[in-house]
DNA sequence: CATGAATGAGTTTTCATTCAT
DNA sequence: CATGAATGAAAACTCATTCAT
């Protein structure tokens, strides 16, 4: 449990080693919850050492904050490819997405639920991160409906709504795939493309949503 | 701001205003960071009686999300009529759920974000009301097909996973909404009603869909 | 050592305990060095009751300053009669002030020496206090000038110097006389009496000075 | 701000650079709000440097106090000339402490405040210094006694409260002048040796102080 | 000689919780 | 019933001080 307690180790790598550490209890006990005696023992370090490098429990958390944001959109933006269609771009993306949310259960945990319960210096940070899916999928249904030489005469604010709705159902979905066994990331990324893209409507009737797979 | 400070109430009386006092502060501070003192206080009554009555913090913390979550399983339950086609029950529940968050907003944010925040014995209290809207969800589905002349063939797993989808949008939609201002219920339920049951798919097609009036 | 642990006292003796035990310990150790550990314990009281009732170190000291102050120049104020001559106000009032600070050593110390080591906060308070008696002295001067028959030519600045001076002068006396064995106040007085009045009365007139004895 | 960082100087001047900072630092904050931290940048050196050095924050203050008070004795001494009468001898004396406490405030504040707020190792260092000053205004009141043709039927005990008057309205007039805009170091001395040796000579002989002017 | 890395011990402060009245 | 008085336990944060290199 815990990094193992090596002694002398460069500043850049005790800082990862204590962001691990904060990740983990943030995650597990929320940010009240969580505390610096808890983080700095599971890191292997004295407490001093982490307000030496980290500043403040606040500082901390949004140090956590900012690396699992940039992380997981790093892993959603590297994993969409933009020349390929709407649907398979968000077909990739959403792989990525619950690809890397099951890879890092305490970072996305920290996103998604403990940073949203804390006053503004938090939630902004997640907000921001937030928005840019957001973006990126409201111009992915735009694109699509152009794709569908149809005239985007879908209201914006309607867009804005559905692009929410889309962004929320992969959140839980991903909360709910850490927690129940056996569904895979690739599992719960087809769910929510055919619930998105085809509707349940469309599933009754017997249309589901089908991966058109191109090179790779 | 607090109840009026009125002296000798029947005990059922102050421990609803003892919530009431609880669940503001607990949806809006958090679990750990509202103070017994505060809830007292906004409540009107001395901190030796909130224990008297509610015995803890967190069953006091316990008790807030059992009456929140009986509040909005209700509201649901009495907006949907068993007796009309699986789409227009939907339409009614999302209405009345969207209706009742945009209601209790403190009550909704401590069911939605604080109790999922803090370990088991609050989690677990969530997820019971949870289970019971996606298993209504579910069964909607299930219903659905049926309508549909279509048998099952859905995989159990496969259900579950879009009625959790559902619900995570709904609950997304739900914080959206309480959040951006000129965002009615109505409006709420219609986009997520749109997202899925007709999909993106369909929407690109022009196929949305489309409330069925029946009585009132 | 310490007050006698008595439970259940309403709060203002309470409070007045904590601060005999907060001027203490903050009149021998400095404001820094002491720890409210130390004050709740030599006030038989727990720590957290004295942030109930002081709220912070800060209050805390800054409470302590005003009580001194204000016996200070209360004891002072009472023992001069305003309708004497100026050379025996003069006197009543430094007997007075030798008088109170010998009985309060550690007031008198947190007066002269703690408060005036830490930022503006408490510096500005003793400062206040401090003013109150410079310009009694001052006047006093101004008084005695007029009394000799002499315009009061000696410009404002000076006088402030001189008022200055012999304050100052009282301040050091009354910390060595708390420190030399055997030095009454009644010594110090007369000491500074005839130090500052016969230098005074010699500028303006040219005698040593010598106690009118009055009625009491 | 700090000393120019540069390399490899003899140990002498690193500890005059050090004890330089240690100074205005102890100066300012007071002796424990002083960080050893804030001591080392300032000096441009490394913490570890400063304990090998200086040993510790307690010996550091010590030789600040015994470096602080020599320079100030010196600068007393190196002013007067003890071929002079007594009242020049004084006046001679006081300016040269005005100016020297002038141009150190913050070795002033060392020695005047901060060293006398804190136990014993630090007040005794400050009391030997003042000691000898003391001595030095006891020897020149019984000296202009003799001058005056006068035996020193004066008490001892009084002869050193009246020194001990002197010195003390000496260190607060430092203290204002400090404080007071355009309070120069010739005009405190004359305030102060006006207010004191008119009053002592009167106590002696009747006649106000006048500047002797000699060569310098 | 010089320093980046590291910590034990202590500080102020807060909070859920309980009696005695 | 109701409350003013009181506290044990723990949290965030700081600092003088020391090694290993």
Known sequence: MGAVKTKRMPRAVREQQM?????????????????MDEIAELAGVSKPLVYLYLNSKED???ACIRREALALTEAVRSGV??????D????DGLLAFFTHTAQNPDGWSVLHLQARTHGEPFAAEVAAMREEIVAFVTQLIVVAAR?????????????AGLAEALVGAAESLAAWANVTPGVTAKQAAATLMNFSWAGLGNLMEGRPWVLQDVSG
Chains 1, 2, 3, 4 share one sequence.
Do not use: I, K
């Open 88 to 91: 398979r771009q968000l077909w």
């Open 81 to 86: 490819r933009t020349d390929q269609p709407a």
């Open 60 to 62: 901390l958390f949004t």
């Open 19 to 35: 962001m691990d550490a904060a990740v983990a209890t943030f995650g597990r006990r929320g940010y009240m919850a969580a505390s």
């Open 147 to 159: 794709e569908a030489h149809r005239d985007p005469d879908l209201p914006e604010r309607e867009v």
